[in-house]
């Protein structure tokens, strides 16, 4: 992180925060890993963990007849996620909260669904599995996406990128280990397809980078981040087939 440009987090923010959502991820997958949830109760206590502006929360307020907690530490989506769901008439179904999700402050063994999308990895794997664990009832489930690598010997600037985000990414049976040392139990996992990295994250995230560039088209600094930020997707375009979204449902044991 030390050699990135001046003002690229006002920059990253602005450009993330105008987003559908904030990783890759679609309702179809998301009803693929619930439909795994075979034994939830008919309106679930849903726990949202780093919900983003809620893309994944409201299609689970969508499949779901339950209720949902959605927990960010970034203020901004938070608080455009309240304005989604007053809009929406969404206030009796969905919480919006700002916390960490490594000390969430929520009381233990509430929750019949700890979801979370593309967030676990900021606290560590492990760490999460163990809060997790800790907020699930009896029975619960946990379902969460978390990249993992595909392929071995990425190129040079993919690993370079992941490992300024994700130094710790591993592959599949890694996670699936991490998965049984937490006391979970698995009940299935599926990759995400190519193309939901692009419906509702790339494709909008290039647009607006095209529009952020017209904005800032006199503003060097804004214009170097643009140019940064620009490079996922890119390298997206290019190595997709190294590295991957992971779906895992998992069931606490006790
Ligand atoms: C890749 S984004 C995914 C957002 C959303 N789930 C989605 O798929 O669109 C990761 C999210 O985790 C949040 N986050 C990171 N660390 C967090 C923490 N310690 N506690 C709560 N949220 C956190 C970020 O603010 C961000 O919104």
Request: with cysteine.
């Amino acid at each position: 992180m030390h050699d990135l440009p001046p003002r690229f987090w006002p920059i990253f923010f602005e450009l993330y925060e105008s987003l559908p959502r904030q990783g890759p991820g679609s309702r179809a997958c998301t009803g693929k890993a619930l439909e795994l949830c075979r034994d939830l109760p008919s309106a679930p206590a849903i726990l949202d963990l780093g919900c983003g502006v809620g893309g994944q929360t409201l299609h689970l307020a969508e499949l779901t007849l339950g209720t949902i907690v959605a927990l960010d530490n970034h203020v901004p989506s938070i608080d455009r996620l309240r304005a989604t769901v007053a809009e929406r008439g969404l206030a009796g179904r969905i919480r919006p909260m700002v916390g960490d999700m490594a000390n969430p402050g929520l009381p233990p063994k509430t929750f019949d669904l700890v979801w979370s999308e593309g967030a676990l990895y900021n606290i560590g794997i492990e760490n999460a599995l163990r809060v997790c664990r800790g907020l699930l009832r009896s029975g619960g489930y946990l379902a969460f996406t978390d990249a993992v690598w595909r392929k071995e010997n990425p190129p040079p600037e993919v690993k370079a990128s992941f490992d300024m985000d994700y130094p710790t990414m591993g592959r599949v049976p890694d996670a699936l280990a991490s998965i049984e040392r937490g006391g979970l139990s698995l009940i299935g996992h599926f990759t995400l397809p190519d193309a939901v990295w692009w419906d509702d994250f790339y494709t909008p995230m290039e647009l607006r980078i095209g529009e952020m560039r017209g904005k800032y088209s006199d503003d060097a600094d804004a214009l170097a981040v643009l140019d940064r930020l620009a490079q996922e997707p890119a390298m997206h375009r290019s190595y997709s087939d190294y590295y991957a979204y992971e779906f895992f449902v998992v069931r606490s044991k006790n």
